[in-house]
């Protein structure tokens, strides 16, 4: 009765009781040794438990019974990032399109896609994909790849145009919804492709730029002008996630009730959902200065969130589109991650960021408690506190 096993352990699975699915998985590998999507969720609950290697030993077993199984593939390319082996995880990688889990349409063109170094004189068409946080992470290797060749044609998200114009004038950006005539460009290639040609390894990132992105300087001054209130440090919130894992990586705003209790900050609402009933609710219990910032359209005005957030001294904030400004930006950013599901792979690092060398990661011990992590970040707001005394 494997099916049943399997199943049960995958409703396990979907609780987040993942130690228990994975003894339910194991009943249905007894009897079916070669249940290949049963081996493939062995690997995703050791994922999500953080244990790496017996997550990749259950990848390649299941892709050595199903070669064309995509969604391992995939996963597996993502752990392999996840554990700096680059130039195998960017080749994985490349199966994304071939997932159904990969919402992502690719580009239909008759012209090659870029599989070599490019040439000088060739004009390369990059263009987005995913979300706005992908595609900031991947703006980070602009710099470098222009090295190889200047002569592109860089599509993002139309909320980004300005913003990467201003920190990339050389450079030539495109609203990614604008449908591009052939004859301007000779090949293309995936923003997330862009990876294989300037980071294969720990050392390709010694050179990271710890600002990438720049802010309207006008803005900026007018937003730091209303935020510096009776010399308080202003310090940048954010703690909801919405789309995948976002019920890993959301934390409560009553969690920050000792850190509002404790340290005397003015808190910047870096939020673009409504969360102004929670925000009143703890206002009056604690009496703290926060920001709303309501006037500003932190989900359409992408330009006006970036000075916004160039305009607090340092930034709290989870896995989500704040934490890839931020770190763009190189404001001191204190990165709060769950400890297996729902930590995306480039967080994967200790201390701080490779990708971002402005945002220190602290990390959960165990996927049900924040405590440790909110008593390492009181220890460095502490600090903060006390150098600004």
């Known amino acids: 009765n ?120 060739e004009r390369i068409l990059i263009w987005a994909e995913q979300g706005i946080g992908d595609q900031v992470l991947y703006l980070s290797l602009l710099n470098d790849f222009s090295k190889l060749n200047s002569n592109l044609i860089i599509s993002v998200d139309k909320r980004l145009i300005k913003i990467c114009e201003r920190s ?19 090949a293309h290639l995936p923003m997330g492709d862009l990876g294989i040609y300037v980071r294969n390894s720990l050392e390709d990132f010694q050179n990271q730029k710890k600002q990438f992105l720049f802010s309207d300087k006008n803005k900026k001054l007018e937003l730091s002008q209303r935020l510096s209130k009776d010399k308080k440090l202003a310090c940048g919130l954010s703690w909801t996630s919405i789309g995948a894992h976002s019920q890993s990586k959301s934390i409560n705003l009553n969690n920050f009730e000792n850190i509002f209790k404790k340290y005397s900050f003015n808190y910047v609402n870096l939020e673009y959902v409504d969360n102004s009933q929670n925000i009143k609710k703890l206002k009056e219990k604690f009496d703290f200065d926060f920001d709303s910032t309501e006037d500003i359209d932190k989900f359409n005005d992408l330009d006006s969130l970036a000075a916004l957030i160039s305009s607090c001294d340092f930034i709290i904030t989870i896995s989500n589109v704040t934490a890839h400004f931020a770190g763009a930006l190189g404001i001191k950013t204190f990165l709060l991650v769950p400890y297996g599901a729902g930590r995306i792979w480039y967080w994967s690092d200790e201390s701080f960021s490779k990708w971002y060398p402005s945002i220190q990661i602290l990390k959960q011990d165990n996927p049900s408690s924040w405590d440790l992590v909110f008593g390492k970040l009181e220890n460095e707001l502490l600090e903060i506190e006390r150098i600004n005394s």
């Open 2 to 121: 494997y099916e049943f096993h399997y199943y049960y352990a995958n409703t396990l699975f979907d609780q987040k009781k993942y130690d228990e699915a994975l003894g339910f998985y194991e009943y249905a590998l007894k009897e079916n040794t070669n249940f290949v999507e049963c081996i493939f969720h062995q690997a995703l609950c050791y994922d999500c438990l953080n244990q790496k290697k017996e997550a990749l030993e259950k990848y390649q077993l299941a892709l050595h019974l199903k070669p064309d199984y995509s969604l391992a593939k995939f996963n597996l390319a993502l752990l392999y990032l996840s554990i700096n082996d680059f130039s195998t995880g960017w080749q994985n990688y490349k199966i994304r399109w071939s997932t159904q889990k990969f919402i992502n349409k690719d580009l239909k063109s008759t012209k090659p896609i870029l599989d070599r170094l490019p040439l000088r004189e």
């Open 168 to 186: 990339f004038e050389k450079l030539n950006f495109i609203p990614q919804e604008k449908v591009i005539d052939e004859t301007l460009y000779d």
